[in-house]
């Protein structure tokens, strides 16, 4: 039996519960955007301190804001937004970043060219680590929406594992390096 939905409603209550996480998640959904998520580094944080039983958990260095808009691939459409999220909820580190225009900065920035990202979902699929490899948004209905092309069960094991899809043993390498992910949740794990 798949473990999946005992872990979605997991996260769901986790992000229900974190008060920069719900704020963040109304504030997003007010862009309208069709395809748009909090994603990476803030749902990763988000887990893992509740994992570590942090009773306050800080804000993450930065709300990454992914969201897909094939037909508008310009960056300034992209501080726009950025704009948009610090009028509706100031003082939140908002990064924004249209997955659909990926492949025309990617080559400049880590030095090896990527194929243009098909969707919202194709790209979540290629971020760093399967951990971070996942997105929330909010429905309609107000429910949360989990976007988790890998699964759920690096995050909530606190696996840091490569996802090969995007970056390379070497970039993965460094990313672990740079981001000390044992200084602050001691229970995590790196696959190397």
């Given at each position: 039996m798949s473990t999946q939905p005992l872990l979605e409603?997991?996260?769901r209550a986790i992000a229900r519960r974190t008060p920069w996480c719900r704020q963040a998640l109304q504030a997003v959904a007010q862009l309208g955007l069709p395809a748009?998520?909090?994603?990476a580094g803030a749902v990763r944080n988000l887990v893992w301190d509740a994992l570590h039983g942090v009773a306050q958990p800080p804000l993450p260095a930065d709300?990454?804001?992914a969201y897909f808009d094939a037909d508008d691939v310009s960056p300034?459409?992209?501080?726009?937004?950025?704009q948009r999220l610090?009028?509706?909820?100031?003082?939140?580190?908002?990064e924004v970043c249209n997955q659909a225009r990926v492949h025309?900065?990617?080559e400049d920035y880590f030095g090896y060219a990527v194929p243009p990202l098909l969707s919202l979902?194709?790209?979540?699929?290629?971020?760093p680590e399967f951990a971070t490899a996942v997105g929330l948004h909010l429905l309609p209905d107000g429910e949360i929406g989990i976007v988790a092309p890998h699964g759920l069960d690096d995050l909530f094991n606190m696996v840091?594992?490569?996802n090969p899809a995007r970056i390379s043993a070497a970039g993965y390498a460094q990313r672990v390096a740079s981001k000390n992910y044992a200084a602050r949740w001691p229970r995590v794990t790196v696959v190397a």
């Open positions: 409603a997991r996260l748009c998520c909090i994603g709300i990454d804001v300034h459409s992209e501080e726009r937004l950025r610090a009028i509706l909820l100031p003082g939140m580190p908002w025309l900065w990617f979902d194709d790209a979540i699929a290629t971020w840091v594992r490569r």
